[in-house]
């Protein structure tokens, strides 16, 4: 009986638990809402530029 004892309180200290790796997921999910914030910040950034656009067309 005690071997069972041991051996399950040594494989409980090994254990990864969701507070050991929340930091990282906290840190991941900044990161990519920064990014995804980026990105979007530059939406429809070509036709803020009208007068251009119209030049360009003739060329293509």
Known sequence: MSFLANATE?????AVTLLDT???FLV???VFL??????WSYRDVANRHDH???DSKGHH
């Open 10 to 14: 040594e494989h409980g200290e090994h």
């Open 22 to 24: 929340m930091p990282y």
């Open 28 to 30: 991941a999910m900044g």
């Open 34 to 39: 920064l990014l995804a914030w980026v990105t």
């Open 52 to 54: 251009k656009s119209k």
